[in-house]
Every structure is written in C-alpha cells, then in structure tokens.
C-alpha cells in the first residue's frame, strides 16, 4: 500500500540554524500539506501545496518558513532560522483530491 | 471560525467493552469530518471519513462513526475494543467543503486506554 514517507525521522539543531524536513507524498497525489504538533498540543495546519505554488497557509505559517518541490517525488519544509517553539513534530500529508489526507510518520524537531 | 471538540481527554475501556468517543464541531455549511488514529510514534493514519449521503459510516478495524447534524456531532463507536486500540484518536473537519488543498482543523485528541 502506498504511503507518505518521511526523513529524518528525528532532527536536532541548534537555535538560529536552518533546517529541512522531506517529504515523499504517495506518487499519484496532487496536494501536499504540512502540518506540526507542539508536545501534548492538537495537529495544527501549516500549509498546503498544489501545482508548484502554495494554496492555503495558516498565521504560523510565517516568513521563517518555505516549501518546494524540487523534484517529481520531494516535497520539503525550510525553517530558515529555528527558534525553540519551533521544537514540535511536523507531518507531511499527501491527497489526490477532496480533504482525504494521507499522513506521513512525521519528523520529531527538537531545538536546542 | 471552524473548530473541533473533543470533550474527554482521556479514556479507559475494558477490553471487549463498547467504545464511544465524542466529537463535536462549528461549522456553517455541510463539513467533511475524519476521525484519525495515531499509535505512539506513529503517524496518523486514516480511520473513517464523512462527506455526505449514509450518516453513518464505516470505517477500518471495525470501528464506525454517525453524522448528526442537529447535534454538530461526530462520534466515533466500536462495539467491542482490543487492546491494540489503545492510542490517541483525533477528530478533524475539512476547513472547506468540497475544496482539495485545504486545511483540516484537528481536535485536542483522546487518549485511548484498553485494561485486561
């Protein structure tokens, strides 16, 4: 069955320092989405992507962060300058049409 | 604004007991309405989902969930639990109706635990 991967399943950095998270959506999918979860707190929406531009992003969603697709089969998050809120686990989310959102295993981000 | 409630944070079934987890929404228009499960150290993985039509649907591992609109809710039911139930079970609604691409709002998530 396809799934949503994720890499690095785990990534510890230094405040200030930038990092990227990858993504590999289910091959067929057409939106991708990016999503986090603070320690103990709900799934909050990021961003989603289609066509090579963004189509939706939330107030979290701010200028520190970036997505891109640089290939057929990547879809990455940049976070230029990490902050210790920015410490969360962060999912990919894949669909091919309506709302019906595959998830990756998510990246744990834990910022020093 | 959308929003999703899960009312009870935590709770604890017998295993072979009957499962009820509520969830209710704000929504002005007709919703799409997912219940996820997540494992520890998991993803979310996919349970059920509501779009329209039959209000209640069916979903993997047994588990179904009812639509009603009166009620704005959503609840989620299994007739009888296995321990390897045992997870935090999210409920989410589809920011927009009918619109790929859209945001899911989550709720807080309930924790589920199965004694012996």
């Known amino acids: 069955e396809p799934e949503v991967t994720q890499t690095p399943s785990h990534q510890v950095t230094q405040m200030g320092q930038e990092v990227i998270l990858r993504c590999v959506p289910i091959s067929n999918h057409l939106y991708f989405y990016w999503y986090r979860q603070i320690l103990g707190q709900k799934v909050e929406f990021l961003v989603s992507f289609y066509n090579n531009e963004i189509s939706e992003k939330s107030e979290i969603f701010d200028d520190q962060f970036s997505v891109e697709r640089p290939d057929g089969s990547n879809f990455t998050l940049k976070i230029r300058s990490t902050k210790l809120e920015d410490s969360a686990m962060y999912f990919c989310?894949?669909?091919?049409?309506?709302?019906?959102?595959?998830f990756g295993p998510g990246t744990r981000l834990t910022v020093l | 604004a959308q929003s999703v409630t899960q009312p009870d944070i935590h709770i604890t079934v017998s295993e072979g007991a009957s499962l009820e987890l509520r969830c209710n929404y704000s929504y002005g228009a007709t919703p799409y309405l997912f219940w996820y499960v997540q494992s520890p150290g998991q993803g979310l993985q996919l349970l059920l989902k509501y779009f329209s039509g039959d209000t209640l649907v069916q979903g993997i591992k047994g588990f179904e969930a009812e639509f009603k609109r009166s009620q704005s809710s959503f609840n989620l039911r299994k007739p009888s639990v296995h321990w390897s139930d045992a997870a935090e079970y999210f409920c989410?609604?589809?920011?927009?109706?009918?619109?790929?691409?859209?945001?899911?709002?989550f709720g807080k998530g309930t924790t589920l635990s199965v004694s012996s």
């Open positions: 989410a609604v589809g920011a927009q109706a009918n619109q790929a691409g859209t945001a899911l709002i």
């Open positions: 989310a894949s669909s091919e049409l309506a709302n019906e959102q595959f």
